[in-house]
T-cell receptor, first 111, second 114 residues
Framework: GENVEQHPSTLSVQEGDSAVIKCTYSDSASNYFPWYKQELGKGPQLIIDIRSNVGEKKDQRIAVTLNKTAKHFSLHITETQPEDSAVYFCAATSRASKIIFGSGTRLSIRP | DAEITQSPRHKITETGRQVTLACHQTWNHNNMFWYRQDLGHGLRLIHYSYGVQDTNKGEVSDGYSVSRSNTEDLPLTLESAASSQTSVYFC?????????????FGPGTRLTVT
């Protein structure tokens, strides 16, 4: 069935360093790839998304890259700050326009 | 400001009881979704609706039902609660075409089935 795999499940980086989270998807028809950030005790919130007609998108310290041939996409956070500590989820749309989420990455920023 | 709310925020119930979780959005969005979140599984789709009177099963729909009688509300019912349904439940809504647009999530309901 449709699947989105996300790695790593936990990630700890020094404040100021970069963090990279990677996802792969199985449905070649997927064309929308959002990333959500979930802070403790809250619902997920969209931080950036990319559609299949572009290969990269940036928003300040956050960037997402997409490789449709290899069916993988990645989230890059540069100059990490304490407030970046959270759980991050990647997602991809399925054939039926449903969204399938990855299993999440718990990112910790060390001071 | 538009928002999406869930109630109750916490619920403890016994095995076999019927439970209904409420979700209300004031975005006037056509699309509404219910997810459950468990450690190691991320967010899994239970049911979703693309408009009034429309409901569809997600990947983990067994034991759950929804109904959509108006734009604002999508209540989730557990017909006979089981311990395996202990989880955190999130409701979300979106505009646009199905899953291809930003989803706005509620704060979640933590359900414990004893």
């Amino acid at each position: 069935g449709e699947n989105v795999e996300q790695h790593p499940s936990t990630l700890s980086v020094q404040e100021g360093d970069s963090a990279v989270i990677k996802c792969t998807y199985s449905d070649s028809a997927s064309n929308y790839f959002p990333w959500y950030k979930q802070e403790l005790g809250k619902g997920p919130q969209l931080i950036i998304d990319i559609r299949s007609n572009v290969g990269e998108k940036k928003d300040q310290r956050i960037a997402v890259t997409l490789n449709k041939t290899a069916k993988h996409f990645s989230l890059h956070i540069t100059e990490t700050q304490p407030e970046d500590s959270a759980v991050y989820f990647c997602a991809a749309t399925s054939r039926a326009s449903k969204i399938i989420f990855g299993s999440g990455t718990r990112l910790s920023i060390r001071p | 400001d538009a928002e999406i709310t869930q109630s109750p925020r916490h619920k403890i119930t016994e095995t076999g009881r019927q439970v209904t979780l409420a979700c209300h959005q004031t975005w006037n969005h056509n699309n509404m979704f219910w997810y459950r979140q468990d450690l190691g599984h991320g967010l899994r789709l239970i049911h979703y609706s693309y408009g009034v009177q429309d409901t569809n099963k997600g990947e983990v729909s067994d034991g759950y039902s929804v109904s959509r009688s108006n734009t604002e509300d999508l209540p989730l019912t557990l017909e006979s609660a089981a311990s395996s349904q202990t989880s955190v439940y999130f409701c979300a809504s979106s505009d646009g075409t199905g899953g291809r647009s930003e989803q706005y999530f509620g704060p979640g309901t933590r359900l414990t089935v004893t």
